[in-house]
């Protein structure tokens, strides 16, 4: 019987070889996948030290640069938007491989300065997976980072049909399901859901750095949900941000209007004002949240009832309480956990289809979980 596997793998050319130039989070990440697949990877990268992590981790073997490799199917850059190009023409003239994409965050500066450096566009198609985490390098990498992500392809005019196929194939390869976009059409939009956001993020968690020990012993999930992706490395967002300046400066632009509005309206309601720009922003920021793509890419998010159980910060915790839901045959949908300060106790929420929800109390219950429905 054919598996989902079987179906990826038969999809596209085949894809046997693939060297990854890059060992960080991102690049060890698309190896660990690929490997995952029986893909013979290999690793290059200018820090001896990730290069070896990566190794140990399992992402392939160390790359010989002597040229006595036989090309692979597939290299993949997985660098900073600055050094692609040049990564890229560097490979090229070593003939490393048949097919090359690259996975940094901005596409079109990318594209324009591989053009000007003379490199084969015909064998590059850009690519971005939509991937990530708030922590880098080797160790923080993960074999599932892609599942079910965008990948977003962007190859150029003169891209040849059998390159953007290999692309497309070892996306797939990684779980992702790809998405084919003009480069600057990618620029504006990954400004808008991520870059900017990014940005804001930052500017939230600033705030905290001057809040006293008080205020930040009430943080709550709120918070820490906001300000998640502030934990990135700074040096890479500030060269990913100015490579993508003014899309994202645009939505910068206009979420700094909307809160300027907010701040007026606030001061003016401190005063007996009317806060109607209050609520017309958290109207249309309801609206926007439920616009973003639900599971499996659904129009619509799935309304799910959302189950606390208190759970013990013990080992395995966790792994017991999705078994005790697989006992009852019922799918856990997504789960976040609310940790409770000072306390070896923490409340998963359990987000499940509404029909199972009376269920999944009752079983947990039975076997002496604390549930709060």
Not at 340 to 351: E, F, I, K, R
Request: aromatic share 2%; proline share 7%; with cysteine.
């Amino acid at each position: 019987m054919r598996t989902s596997r079987d179906h990826v793998e038969a999809r596209g050319p085949a894809v046997r070889r693939v060297l990854v130039a890059g060992a960080g989070l991102i690049g060890t990440s698309i190896a660990l996948a690929l490997r995952e697949h029986g893909v013979e990877v290999r690793l290059t990268d200018p820090d001896p030290a990730a290069l070896r992590l990566a190794c140990e981790l399992g992402a392939g073997a160390a790359h010989d640069p002597s040229g006595a490799e036989a090309p692979a199917d597939i290299a993949v850059i997985a660098a900073p938007p600055a050094a692609v190009p040049g990564v890229l023409r560097a490979l090229q003239d070593d003939g490393a491989a048949h097919v090359y994409t690259d996975a940094a965050s901005v596409k079109d500066s990318v594209v324009g300065a591989a053009d000007r450096l003379g490199c084969d566009m015909a064998t590059f198609v850009p690519g971005h997976p939509m991937g990530g985490r708030e922590k880098s390098g080797p160790s923080a990498a993960r074999s599932d980072l892609f599942l079910g992500r965008s990948w977003a392809l962007c190859p150029t005019g003169k891209a040849d049909p059998s390159a953007v196929a290999a692309v497309t194939r070892l996306a797939r390869l990684c779980g992702a399901e790809p998405v084919v976009l003009g480069a600057a059409a990618h620029d504006r939009a990954v400004a808008l859901v991520s870059h900017a956001p990014h940005v804001a993020s930052s500017a939230v968690a600033a705030r905290l750095a001057g809040g006293d020990d008080t205020a930040l012993a009430l943080a709550g999930q709120g918070v820490r949900d906001v300000t998640r992706v502030a934990g990135g490395d700074p040096l890479l967002w500030t060269e990913i941000l100015r490579h993508n300046a003014a899309p994202v400066a645009r939505v910068l632009e206009e979420v700094a209007a909307d809160l300027a509005a907010v701040a007026g309206a606030l001061r003016a309601t401190a005063s007996g004002g009317d806060p109607g720009a209050v609520r017309d922003l958290l109207d249309r920021g309801r609206a926007g949240r439920e616009r973003i793509p639900g599971k499996h890419g659904a129009a619509r998010p799935q309304e799910y009832a959302v189950l606390p159980v208190v759970i013990p910060d013990e080992p395995n915790a966790l792994g017991r309480l999705f078994a005790a839901a697989g006992e009852a045959g019922i799918n856990i949908e997504d789960v976040r956990i609310d940790h409770s300060p000072g306390l070896p106790v923490g409340v998963a929420q359990l987000s499940v289809l509404p029909a199972a929800s009376d269920a999944l109390s009752r079983a947990l219950a039975e076997r002496g979980w604390s549930v709060y429905a």
